[in-house]
Structure formats: structure tokens, C-alpha cells
């Protein structure tokens, strides 16, 4: 009997074994390590300091949370070995994000609280099969380190100046705001260590910009108001990782400097004259409206400083039109009215920055007075003209020698021109004759070069001419310049002499 009991326990002994070698490991079993609840209603309540435990299978889960404070800061750190797949999920009122990483054995992140609640860290494996996987988790929680609310319901209402913060997470943002009126202009500079990649978003009622840059420690924008409000400044960062970035913020407010309207409705109406102003920032635009009637013409005229890419936009019933050009200081443009209304002119600039740009706008009746310039420019011709002219001598009975010097004398011309070139040469012909003792002649031709006038022997004649130039100066050197002239002149009369020679004695 005894042994019949002994055999019974004894099966049953190796039935259990076999039965617990069939079955996979970890499947249907609890372990006795896993001391970490496996649901986040269950999640055992730690502080700051370093967690440890283990994943033991596919559907092993680990859950534990921290109580924590709006305003804090918990940086949570994983630590396993290399290869394992062990994920570390987290989250918060607000928030969530993880430590991972298979191919790494350690992985940091960090969170800003923006509410009182509590941070859940979950420990799960997508590796883990036979052998369980160790995790070490350690929480790192900074009391109260944001300053700045990261809602834009909860901003902090701020006055001009300087305010300092940091942005402690890639969740962390800091919001707060100015209050603003309608004229008012806002700049903003932020100040950042150089790579850090903070932006600074600004937005008011109408308008929105930024200040940023992460190749740069300072930027600078401005705002200008259209309407009573806040400015929010909402600062955040796409760079930080576990150590914290600090932000500068300089908020310049100056009151009731738009003195124009910035929007077309709210439009002021004007007369013809002079009207002038200036664009304060990128986002500002000055409205003015003139009454018209049809038929109307208005000419208007921009001014400005060169360089400013000041734009003033003209628009009317039925039309369109623009005075602009950033490389010239003045613009003008007539439009004719097709129909009553009103012609708007709004002043707006594609280049201003930081400092305004100041315009005036003139308003006329009427197409604008034209003046023309014209240039003189002064081209100097000189042209010289050689003619041949026949001289033929009559006959004439005489008893007095006559000896005939011709000189031909060609000025030089000097035009002046504006558009047109004329070439003006003045001839003149000086003719001196001498009478000559002879007792018959015969007609002769005589040519000579230079152009001479035509003249019949007289008893004794002389004639003398002075040439004057442009510069009112008497020339006397034409003979003595010449003494060609006066040889060929000779000839001639000898000529003329023998001819009436021969004439007397037939």
C-alpha cells in the first residue's frame, strides 16, 4: 500500500514536469523578479533616483509615475544593454515623448510640466524572447524652473523692457504679452547664444512675424499696430535636447506713431494738396481717399529717398495704376476718372526694416507741366571749297597799264548744333586791279583755281576786301598767305595786255 503511494507521487511528479517543459516560457507564468505592475491604473508611485527591472517576455510590461508641479522639469534617463529593443514611452498632462534606441545602450529626454499630475514611464520590449532583458530608468526632477506659462491663455502680461527665460525642452514654450493700441509701434529683438535654434513668434490683432535665426545670437523685428490688443511673444526651440537654452527678450513700445489708417476702409479722406507720412515697419501700410467726379483728372506725385522701395498704389472705379522706383527719388502718374468715387492712394514699402522711411504724396488737378531739356552739344567743321571760274576780259581802248590780283579766300565754318549739324562756308573774293599801259588786246580766257568773280578792265580800279571771322577779329593775312594768287593774278593781266595789243594794231 505504502508503495502503491510512493508510485502515484511519483507519476504525477513527472506528469507535472513534462507539462511545464512543454508550455513556452513566460506564457501563462508570472515571474518572480517582475515586481513592476503591468497597467498604468496599477503604476507603482516613485521620486527622483534610479529605477531598475526587467522586461521577461513579448507581453511583459512595466509601469511606474512620478508625481510632479507645473513649472517643473524631469529629465528621464534609459539605461540597457546594446541590442535590446527596450522602449521607454513617456507622458504627461500635456505631453509625451521616449527613451530608446536599439543600437545604443543609454537615451535621455526631457519634459516641462505644464500642469500639476503626475509623469508615467512604461517599459515595454520588441526583442525580448527566452532571456529577459534589464532596464535601468532614472528621473530627474527640477522644481518650479519654468518661469513663463507654455499656454497663450496663461501668458504672463509683460511691460516695455528686457525679460529672460530658457527653453528647458523641446516641449517647453514661454508665452507673454504686451499690451498694444492702434498707432502704436512694437520692436522686438531677441538675444540667444549663437546655435541655439530659438524662435520668437510675435502676432497681434492683423499681424503676425518672428525674430529667429540660428546662425546668429541677435534679431530684430518690427510691428506696426492696427487696432487696440496684445502682442504675444511665444518663444520656443527646435535645437535644445537635456540642457537648458537662455532667451532675451527687449520689447520697445513707442505710442500713436501710425498717424494713417492701415486698412482701406478705415481710409482718410483728403483734398488735392501735399500729404506726407512714413512706413514704420514691414506690415505697415498707409491708407488716404480722394473724391472724384467722372471726367476728373488727378496727376500724383510720390517723394521719398533713393534707395527706399516705397510703393504708392493708386486705384479708382475701373482703373489702376502706381508711383514707385526704388533708384529715384521722385515718381509721377496721371489717371483719368471714368466714373464718381473716390481714388485711394495706399503708401506701403518693400525695404524698410527697423528704421521708417518717410514719403510724401501730392494730389493735383490736371495733367502735369512738362519741361523740356535740351543739350546743346558744339561740333566744329572747317570745310574748304576750291572752284574754277573763267575770267573773260572785253575790249577796251586804254592808255593805262591795269595788272589784276585775285584772291580767293575760304573762311573756316564752326557750327553749333543741338540736334541737327549745318555746314555754313563763306566764300569771299578779293580783287585788286592795276591799270596797265597797252595799245591793243584780244579777248583771252583766263582760268585760275581759286574762285574768282568775273571782272572787266576799268582805267584804274581797286577794290579791297576785309574778311572778318567768327570771332569778330580782322584776317589781313589772305595775301601774304597766298602767293600763288598773286603770281597767276600777273600773268593774267599780261595777258590781258598783249591781247589788247594785238586788238590796236588791227
Known sequence: MESERKRTVLTLAVVGIVLVGTMPFGVGIATADDEWPDNEEDAT???PGTHEGSIDSPDDTDYMRMPVEKGDTVTVTLEKAQGDDIIGGMYWPGGATSVEGEDKSEDTAKATIGEDG?????????????EPEDWSITLDRTEDADKWPDKEEDATEVGTGTHEGAISSWDDTDYMKLPVEKGDTVTTTLEKAQGDDIIGGMYWPGGATSVEGEDKSEDTAKATIEEDGYLYVELESDSVKTESEGWSISLDR?????????????????????????ISSWDDADYMKLPVEKGDTVTATLEKAQGDDIIGSLYWPGGASSVEGEDKTEDTESVTIDEEGFLYVK????????DSEDWSVSLT????????TTTTEAITTETTTTKETTTEATTTETTTTEETTTEATTTEATTTEATTTETTTTETTTTEATTIETETSEPETATSEPETATSKPETETTTETTVVDETGETDDSNEAAQPGFTATATLVAVILALALARRAET
Do not use: F, I
Request: hydrophobic letters at 25%; aromatic letters at 6%; charged letters at 35%.
Open 347 to 354: 503708401v506701403e514699402s518693400d525695404s524698410v526694416e527697423t
Open 118 to 130: 503626475y509623469l508615467y514611464v512604461e517599459l515595454e520590449s520588441d526583442t525580448v524572447e527566452n
Open 45 to 47: 508611485e516613485v521620486g
Open 254 to 278: 513707442t505710442e500713436d506713431v501710425d498717424k494713417w489708417p492701415g486698412r482701406e476702409e478705415d481710409a482718410t479722406e483728403v483734398g488735392m494738396g501735399t500729404h506726407e507720412g512714413a
Open 365 to 372: 488737378e490736371g495733367e502735369p507741366t512738362t519741361t523740356e
